[in-house]
Antibody, heavy 118, light 109 residues
Framework: EVQLVQSGAEVKKPGESLKISCKGS????????IGWVRQMPGKGLEWMGI????????RYSPSFQGQVTISADKSISTAYLQWSSLKASDTAMYYC???????????WGQGTLVTVSS | EIVLTQSPGTLSLSPGERATLSCRAS???????LAWYQQKPGQAPRLLIY???SRATGIPDRFSGSGSGTDFTLTISRLEPEDFAVYYC??????????FGQGTKVEIK
């Protein structure tokens, strides 16, 4: 069974750094893209960026370029999303999802809730 | 960046009725690279349709997708109680970014 399992919920203060993870299993991790999607409270889905773990080719939405960093460690089949300095406006649910050829997303991880509050 | 506009914002229907959801793109979506997702409260989205009209694995045949160019439609032929949810379209023909629509909520009338 193809699965993406994300790290647990985080509560952080503004200005702190954070790295959340997404571990893939049940398929060849280096043969599919992994994307990240933001969902702010009560809002819709936003495409953040995507990485191909096979060669670390990474692409960002202009809205998120420079705001987050996407990476992957293929030796442990894990992708990451990180912030160097969180803001309250980063409070959201973050989903990772597998993508063939940087196309549609299937399946999705269970989501990681990030809360940034002083 | 391609902008997707979904309509209506909310669709109020009864079980057994037909649901028709629209997704309109600000410019042509190449190769019908459009997907549809379903999201229920407290759950991650689930892929329903890709390539505008291909059903994902395990998706019932009451869900169908159609369209090309700038106009796409998701049809649920007969609503089951478990179909009441929010539906999103996504284009991936011009990526990055693979933009999403703002969603259509299908609620029980």
């Amino acid at each position: 069974e193809v699965q993406l399992v994300q790290s647990g919920a985080e509560v952080k203060k503004p200005g702190e750094s954070l790295k959340i993870s997404c571990k893939g299993s049940g398929y060849s991790f280096t043969s599919y893209w992994i994307g990240w999607v933001r969902q702010m409270p009560g809002k819709g889905l936003e495409w953040m960026g995507i990485i191909y773990p096979g060669d670390s080719d990474t692409r960002y939405s202009p809205s998120f370029q420079g705001q987050v960093t996407i990476s992957a460690d293929k030796s442990i089949s894990t992708a990451y999303l990180q912030w160097s300095s969180l803001k309250a406006s980063d409070t959201a649910m973050y989903y990772c999802a597998r993508s063939p050829q940087s196309h549609w997303f299937d399946p999705w991880g269970q989501g990681t809730l990030v809360t940034v509050s002083s | 960046e391609i902008v997707l506009t979904q309509s209506p914002g909310t669709l109020s229907l009864s079980p057994g009725e037909r649901a028709t959801l629209s997704c309109r793109a600000s410019q042509s979506v190449s190769s019908s690279y459009l997907a549809w997702y379903q999201q229920k409260p407290g759950q991650a989205p689930r892929l329903l349709i890709y390539g505008a009209s291909s059903r994902a694995t395990g998706i019932p045949d009451r869900f169908s997708g159609s369209g090309s160019g700038t106009d796409f439609t998701l049809t649920i032929s007969r609503l089951e109680p478990e179909d009441f949810a929010v539906y999103y379209c996504q284009q991936y023909g011009s990526s990055p970014p693979g933009t999403f629509g703002q969603g259509t909520k299908v609620e029980i009338k």
